[in-house]
């Protein structure tokens, strides 16, 4: 009876979460949107995957398009679009990019040296490639 054996069950690579990935970013000036609350935005740190997408988005974009990186989401873990992260009060979102930008991975920080270094502040858009500076 020679029964082939069975190949190992695969589990997905998972981080270990040596310090803290996510933060919850009390807003002074809640929104409403759809009819809910949003008291809290959810700030969390982009995986490889992530940035890759984030990048090929960007790079099909058209020039004069806008992108924010994909890291604040509501308490029910769905994405903050651009429409509504632009209704934030200013202080809120000051306060929200503070919290971003020590999450953001160190090629998109201020001052990184490297080839995709050109990535928009924390919460901010990306500029248009051909815009004046």
């Known amino acids: 009876m020679d029964q082939e054996p069975k190949p190992p069950t695969e589990k997905p690579a998972a981080i270990v979460h040596t310090r ?20 809290s935005v959810v700030v ?35 994405p903050i679009s651009d429409e509504v ?19 953001l991975p160190q090629r998109f920080r201020p001052g990184a040296t490297t080839i995709s270094s050109s990535g928009p502040e924390a919460g901010e858009n990306t500029a248009a490639s051909s815009a004046a500076p």
């Open 44 to 78: 969390k740190r982009l995986t490889t995957k992530e940035v890759a997408a984030f990048l090929a988005k960007v790079q099909a974009a058209p020039d004069d398009e806008e992108a924010r990186y994909p890291m604040f989401f509501d308490r029910d873990g769905g």
């Open 20 to 39: 803290d990935r996510v933060a919850i970013v009390a807003l002074d000036w809640p929104l409403t949107v759809d009819g809910k609350l949003l008291t």
């Open 85 to 103: 992260f632009d209704q934030f009060d200013d202080d809120d979102s000051v306060k929200l990019n503070k919290v971003a930008l020590d999450f």
